[in-house]
């Protein structure tokens, strides 16, 4: 099935202002982009980058085709699920999924199969019913069960730790220091992160 | 395999104070205890809740034998373990597990088998090993790898978003009003709480 990654390619992670700069931010998107890329390709998908601007990186454009679209995130999805064709989406700031995860939701029998992110999000989709279309705003996981029944299509969810973990905020980054073996999990200790366990959960700290 | 459900029953879940009573954390932490148990029965196991004290509650009693051990966490379950029996070891605060996360520990061929929580705790280990010792302070998960690594046993990750939602903070309890449909779900839904989906993630609004 085709196999979509959205990027907004200006100010990603706007979340992690906190402790990382604008030009960090970029390259840290960047590491967790070629994770799920990787992952992606490991997994025996050919993905599109569907990005609001033109990505000229060797290192992604190895592993994907660049599509530019400078809508929104849903106008621009639901443009190509217009299309008809079977899709899979897959968020960017996936950096700890494997391609056992991602055979998990191309081999399932249901008309839509999704993949709740923590606080309600969206993770990833993979569309079989061409009438179903997607709305990432709010709590996008009930809208899309929503959605899906309302177009009488079947839905399967997700259950996957990995799939989950989209990294949005500073907490977050905890969990690819404690599970990630990729980029970003480089990236981040390049950078001088470490585990903070000092608290009730485990944080980061910065050197 | 033997089934244990640490619980302590002074104050329990104080990091939820900003949101709830002591009287009302210690009915939550209940029906949090009441959906874990029941979907160990519902799995084929036999739980004994290991609680720092007595327990007269019929609908506890009715799905568990209760075994009394006021040491702290670490070494009321490493005295367990010392008998050398395989256990299975899951924590009282997963309200979203369903029987087939539970199978998946207990099938598996793994000398430890464990799931980790979001922020590097321990939500449930499996154990064969019978040299095998927990420690449930700081990143746990990480230590429990390092440790069953140290004994020579082998290791396996489980990858599941519900066994690794422990409801510890305010916002998880988002998680409970998003996936959940037990006695946790139906107690916070009583109690005002509603999904607050003004945010960046999804969080709770009591009325």
Redesign the interface.
């Known amino acids: 099935m085709r196999c979509l990654v959205p990027v907004a390619t200006n100010s990603p992670k706007s979340?992690l202002a906190p402790v990382l700069s604008p030009a960090e931010r970029r390259t840290f998107a960047r590491a967790m982009l070629l994770d799920v890329l990787s992952t992606l390709v490991a997994a025996d998908c050919q993905p599109t980058v569907l990005a609001t601007d033109s990505i000229d990186d060797d290192q992604i454009t190895n592993r994907a085709t660049i599509a530019v679209d400078d809508r929104p995130l849903t106008p621009a999805i639901n443009a190509r699920l217009a299309e008809g064709e079977p899709t899979l989406i897959v968020m960017a700031d996936l950096p700890l999924i494997?391609p056992q995860?991602i055979i998990q939701l191309t081999d399932s029998d249901a008309d839509v199969t999704v993949a709740?992110g923590?606080?309600?999000?969206t993770n990833a989709l993979a569309i079989h019913d061409p009438s179903f279309r997607v709305d990432y705003h709010?709590?996008s996981?009930?809208d899309h069960c929503r959605a899906a029944d309302e177009v009488g299509a079947s839905v399967e969810t997700v259950?996957?730790?990995?799939?989950?973990?989209d990294i949005?905020?500073p907490?977050d980054l905890?969990?690819i220091l404690?599970?990630g073996d990729g980029a970003a999990a480089e990236w981040l200790t390049a950078a001088g992160f470490e585990?903070d366990?000092t608290g009730?959960?485990?944080?980061v700290v910065r050197e």
Not at 118 to 121: D, E, N, R, S, V
Not at 159 to 165: F, G, N, Q, V
């Open positions: 979340r494997e995860d709740p923590l606080g309600g999000g709010g709590a996981y009930l259950d996957s730790r990995r799939l989950a973990t949005d905020e907490t905890a969990e404690i599970h585990l366990t009730g959960r485990v944080g």
